[in-house]
């Protein structure tokens, strides 16, 4: 099958070989792998070349969108990869040129907003200039007739069969990889794929983040710590909303010039992290700076000494093409696992982990633990402003990996995005303490969900559909007992078949000891008779045919 591949496949091997990707990945440790290693040194485009620095990085963008978007994804799981792989992927960047503007324009006219329609019919304006250009889609700014100011997100035009064709070749590759290597089974690289594909066949369709980014809006409405753009249509290849006035959070210079307090900004984040996770249950999961603005005044306005917004200014949420939820299990699972890093208490991390199913079962927990307290123990012990709560959790990440330990994909997005939202805060205002912040409110949520209160409320309104269900109790009695009937049926005629199958295996030892006899017999007759003794031969060859085929 990956002989269909083999245009692609000679792509790859070429991009590889010149960035020589084969002396970062330790090819040569894995007794599998170097046939590959090999391979690679081979191409014409290795030649006189050795280590670079960046090449994993380098040569996913040279592969395409879906390699480059395959090593943002992994960039997130340091429970599955080395750091020094890592250091790489984490700096992939979606900057890429834009593609035609008279090709967007006529993604849009054609798409379920456009219905055939000129795009001065569609819009008052429309700037052909797109505003930015990803790797998956780009942006136009434009005005409808109204007066309101929008901005038209275009999907790049045939992209969607670029990447199901590469799918098809990594799908392949996984299940080579899955048989012949361990490594490659343990961290379940099939499963990996298969969770990338999804996550990249939904970025695909604008639909889903539209219908993301209202469920965000509606969360938020009228809340004074973040806003979230008004959808006005979608279609799969074209989304049009509400323009926002605001800056990336990596641009604090405008925020120090406008007078924002950039303490209270990196709170009011931590705080709209949490809310997500634990009130809503629905998270943004890829919170980079391209993704979190801040409000501040109209352009013109942005340098001018006396501009004011009129209120505390809020965070923007854009892109909400990944987004994240957490079954009520998992939820008190990370709250009670970062509660027990928190507090230094590595036994109840290990216990937590473990009974979530995280461990293998033959996995060594007091290893496991002493692993823990020896790395990450010395990292809690410094003063509050000095612990970095990322590099903690990355090294709890780092012997996750060792100790093959499974962690759901759902919970990987909430640490990337936990392990960013503090990088963006801290970035915004050094001295930010996630620690004090986070803590009280992980107690007061893990409380909440356990009050028994709460619980009998809950237990309460859920009681008329329990006392209808119990009408469905004789029926199920009845079918139960059935299935028990059933079942006993089964096993008599089981059981009857291996009697008669032991029944029958005694008979065949008795006429293969009978076989044998005469055998044995007719060829002692042979060896003392003379001129009979073909006709001996013969009647033994008859007994040994008889007994075959009997």
Known sequence: MLLSHRARLFELWRIAATYRIDTHLSLEEMPQLQPIARLIRLHPAAWGKKHQPNAIKYALEDMGTL???????????????????????????????????????????????????????????????????????????????????????????????????????????????????????????????????????????????????????????????????????????????????????????????????????????????????????????????????????????????????????????????????????????????????????????????????????????HALMRDMKRTVGPMLQKSINDIDFAGVLMQILDIARRHHMSIPPQLMLLLKTLVHVEGLGRDLYPELDIWSLAKPILSGWIKEQLDPVRNLQQLRQQLPELLLSTTDIPKLLDQGLQSLATQGSRQDSQLREIQQIRADMLNDRRRDWLALSGFVIFIAIATQVGWFAPVFYLLAIVVVVWRVLA
């Not at 990596?250 to 009130?279: H, M, N, P, W």
């Not at 352009?299 to 209120?311: I, P, Q």
């Open 67 to 365: 390699f480059l978007k395959l090593g943002q994804l992994l960039s997130t799981r340091r429970d599955l990869v080395p750091p020094e792989i890592i250091e790489q992927l984490v700096q992939l960047q979606d900057k890429v040129k834009p593609f035609d503007a008279d090709v967007a324009i006529a993604q849009i006219q054609h798409s379920k907003h456009g219905l055939g329609q000129p795009i001065n019919t569609l819009f008052a304006r429309f700037d052909v200039k797109p505003l930015a250009a990803a790797s998956i889609a780009q942006v136009h700014t434009a005005a409808l007739h109204d007066g309101r100011e929008v901005v038209v997100k275009v999907v790049r035009p045939d992209i969607r069969a670029t990447i199901v064709s590469d799918f098809e070749l990594l799908r392949e590759l996984a299940g080579w990889a899955s048989a012949r290597i361990e490594a490659a089974r343990a961290v379940h690289i099939i499963d990996i794929v298969e969770d990338y594909r999804q996550v990249m066949l939904n970025e695909l369709d604008l639909t889903l983040e539209a219908d993301n980014t209202t469920q965000m809006r509606n969360n938020f409405l009228g809340s004074a710590l973040m806003y979230v753009p008004e959808v006005y249509d979608a279609a799969k290849n074209v989304m049009v909303m509400e323009r926002i006035q605001g800056v990336p959070i990596s641009q604090v210079e405008v925020f120090d010039k406008l007078g924002y307090d950039r303490a209270t900004l990196a709170k009011k984040g931590l705080t709209i992290f949490f809310t997500q996770v634990f009130r809503d249950n629905f998270f943004h999961a890829d919170m980079h700076p391209g993704n979190v603005f801040v409000e501040t005044p109209p352009v013109k306005d942005l340098y001018d000494d006396t501009a004011k917004l009129g209120h505390e200014p809020r965070y923007i949420g854009l892109d909400c093409a990944i987004m994240g939820t957490l079954s009520r299990d998992d939820q008190l699972v990370v709250a009670r696992m970062l509660l027990a890093v928190m507090n230094n208490n590595f036994t109840a991390v290990v216990d937590i982990v473990s009974r979530a199913g995280w461990i293998p079962p033959n996995a060594d927990k």
